[in-house]
């Protein structure tokens, strides 16, 4: 799966919360069976035990809720119904939402030669005159970077280390606008039309600068405008 994707995330801690949930079962289980020995700190602990448990099941739930709705709106999407990529290959590569961004192009009025490179994440279309190539991304991190990086460097949370504070690394990534960019002039130099590059970025993460080329999914909208 795409380690660096929200959907692997989602997909590796709805695994692990289930394993501790079954321990914290059995550790619970456990003191049960000794409660008549039990000290005041043994039936605390247990009542923390018990606390965690409900939290965490509560916040699975919640996960496997938003996987769920997640997977229906991807059935029912009209980029499902035209290419069928299966769900598994779409969430091992992460791109199970890059149907609300095609969606959104195939509704476009007077939209033109609408063309998906699924292995990309890109989509390319003309509308009111103008050809645009619009590359999703799905992301997990905070994103150490800048607009002009060949790459930007994915952080999670911060950990301690030899005295020292720094976020811990996920990975690294591809710039998506770079990648637009030269895809954009690839496109130009073969067809010798001219394209409007743009990246329509989504999952968990956190970007420090803005740039004119990161949109939200609906500002394709504004397209046909």
Known sequence: MKSKSKYAFLMKNTVVWF????????VTRILGIYHEYATDIIDAIVILLRVIKAILIIGLIGMILYLVIQSVAYFQSKFYRIYRVNIFEALYHGVLDIHVVYDRVSRLDKVTDINMEIQRQVVTFRVNGKNYCVLYQDLYGKINGKES????TLLGRKTKKYGRTNNRILGRVANPIVQCKRYAQELSDKTGLVY???VVLSGFYKIDFSSERII??????????
């Not at 394993?19 to 059995?26: P, S, V």
């Not at 939200?216 to 405008?225: C, D, G, K, L, V």
């Open 19 to 26: 394993i501790i949930i079954l321990f914290i079962g059995a």
């Open 149 to 152: 990086s060949d790459y930007w």
């Open 196 to 198: 409007e590059p743009y």
């Open 216 to 225: 939200m999914a609906f500002e394709i909208s504004s397209f046909a405008h």
